[in-house]
């Protein structure tokens, strides 16, 4: 007979699972509104803070300017440049230097190496069942649970090819700038037109001069152009345009069924790209200089989808989705960059739940266009009590991805500015005052107050628009895209 394990029991205010940006977001935020002698648990699978920074590729670098990537206001203490683009060992610094100054606000206890298994709420307490990763079991009692799950990126593994002749490599498992990348002078053919097939042709580019670097780049994608979002130095003044410009723009001119006319113009307007045709935007982050360095050291590229790379008599046949195919040099490597947010594995659940105590941050039902963001705002009207009565949309991010990619990053566009506008009117400006997420940050006070003068004057009225496009799209795609199952009441008196 085996005697059951007792269940260690642990109370506190706030629960937060996911120690990645978006929990630390919520933490920042509940830290605003908790005592000293209040207790916050942070409880994470992975083995430290930093969420997918602990174990995504070596070489990756932040899109935006550092100081725009942290909790709540909490600043940097690189002594960088701003304009400076982090690397993973210094997201890393930054993670555990924001936890170190929320602690002195809030006692925070840590379990990391714990994952949540399920949770129940009921009479204004939710119950967490969580498991140790050697399988020991605990039960948090908690007034408040937020789930900051985020976009559950977990580390790519190598594409399964048939070839025994060529080498399968994930970059989350091989570093290119060294080991046996670095020893061997095989051309290298990247599987992957985004961020991070642009990272890893930037690296071996730079790192390898000469040496034959080849693009598979699937549909093509465009990139958001570094030097008009964030350009760099004096220029902050009077060059580039402030994210919430560009989001606006972009948000009046989609109507939910004219996505291409849209994406010609943003890419026109603020895009950079060096495929010759561009499928995709996903909101990744690339400069004119990178963007040169890479099509000037690409060998080829390949506007087609790999399938496998397969062993004919003599030689070692690429195959592709096209049904062509194209010779590869025995030993030549083929590096997954297929991408890392399909993120359609988690159950649908609403952004807080009927009994509203348990938020959620994650894809099935995003409400702003980062889980950064989503979770600073979410903690703050779950505290202030207003969470479920501001009629916020939410939409199912990887069905409407696998629906139509190219509607993607518009809706997402007008659902954040929707949603913003309906936050604004429900938190004290100081909320938005801390929020250091805020890409217009990166101007001049000016210029951001300038930005910030538009958006009061307008927010109001273009609401009905938004909220119209974000309809069309739920009808057009059949997706999950509107307010939470709430009465006609409340929506006439947000109206
Ligand atoms: C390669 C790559 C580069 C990127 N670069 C940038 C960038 O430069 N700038 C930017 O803004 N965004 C970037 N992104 C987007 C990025 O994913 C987010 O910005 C952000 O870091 C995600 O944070 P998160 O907290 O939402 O999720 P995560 O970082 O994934 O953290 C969620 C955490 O929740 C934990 N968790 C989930 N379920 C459970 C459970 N049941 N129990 C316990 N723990 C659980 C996970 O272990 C994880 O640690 C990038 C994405 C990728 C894939």
């Not at 900051?148 to 594409?159: F, H, K, Q, S, T």
């Not at 070692?316 to 062509?324: K, Q």
């Amino acid at each position: 007979m085996t005697i059951p394990t007792p269940v260690r029991v642990e109370r506190c205010d706030v629960c937060i699972v996911g120690a990645g940006i978006a929990g630390l977001n919520a933490l920042f935020a509940a830290s605003q509104y908790l005592s000293r002698d209040q207790r916050v648990i942070l409880v994470d699978r992975r083995d430290r803070i930093g969420g997918m920074w602990v174990d995504t590729y070596d070489y990756v670098r932040l899109h935006q300017p550092h100081g725009l990537f942290t909790a709540g206001n909490i600043g940097w203490t690189l002594g960088q440049d701003p304009s400076y683009l982090a690397t993973k060992g210094e997201v890393l610094d930054h993670f555990d230097h924001c936890l170190n100054v929320i602690r002195q606000r809030v006692q925070v206890e840590e379990y990391f190496g714990w994952a949540l298994e399920s949770h129940h709420e009921s009479d204004g307490t939710v119950r967490i069942a969580c498991r140790s990763s050697d399988g020991r079991p605990m039960l948090v009692e908690a007034k408040r649970l937020i789930k900051a799950y985020g976009l559950r990126v977990a580390p790519n593994d190598p594409l399964e090819i048939s070839s025994t002749r060529v080498l399968s490599v994930s970059p989350d498992h091989c570093d290119m700038r060294s080991g046996d990348m670095r020893d061997s002078h095989t051309p290298v053919w990247i599987i992957g037109g985004g961020k991070t097939a642009m990272d890893t042709a930037h690296a071996l580019i730079t790192q390898y001069p000469g040496r034959e670097v080849n693009l598979v780049a699937g549909s093509g994608t465009f990139f958001a152009s570094r030097d008009k979002f964030y350009p760099a130095g004096a220029r902050r003044w009077w060059r580039g345009s402030t994210v919430s410009s560009i989001a606006r723009q972009v948000s009046r001119r989609f109507d939910g069924t004219n996505e291409a006319a849209v994406a010609n113009w943003l890419r026109a307007e603020y895009g950079v790209w060096l495929t010759p045709r561009t499928g995709n935007f996903l909101i990744g982050v690339l400069s004119d200089a990178e963007n040169a360095t890479i099509a000037a050291g690409l060998n080829s590229v390949i506007m087609d989808h790999f399938v496998d790379a397969v062993d004919r008599d003599g030689t070692t046949d690429m195959v592709l989705r096209s049904g062509a195919t194209a010779a590869i040099e025995p030993g030549s490597w083929i590096v997954n960059c297929t991408g890392y947010l399909a993120g359609g594995d988690h159950p649908y659940e609403p952004y807080v739940s009927d009994g509203g105590s348990v938020i959620s941050v994650q894809s099935r039902s995003a409400t702003l266009h980062l889980t950064s963001f989503s979770a600073y705002f979410l903690t703050h009207l779950l505290f202030l009590g207003t969470l479920k009565d501001v009629p916020l949309y939410e939409l199912d991010m990887p069905v409407l991805r696998r629906t139509s990619n190219a509607v993607f990053p518009y809706t997402i566009f007008t659902l954040a500015q929707h949603n913003l506008s309906l936050i604004y009117d429900a938190v004290p400006t100081k909320v938005f005052l801390d929020c250091g997420l805020d890409l217009d940050r990166w101007y001049p006070l000016p210029r951001r107050m300038a930005a910030t003068a538009r958006f009061m004057l307008t927010h109001r009225r273009e609401r009905e628009h938004q909220r119209h496009t974000l309809d069309t799209v739920r009808e057009r795609f059949d997706v999950r895209c509107g307010p939470l199952d709430t009465s006609r009441e409340r929506l006439v008196v947000w109206q």
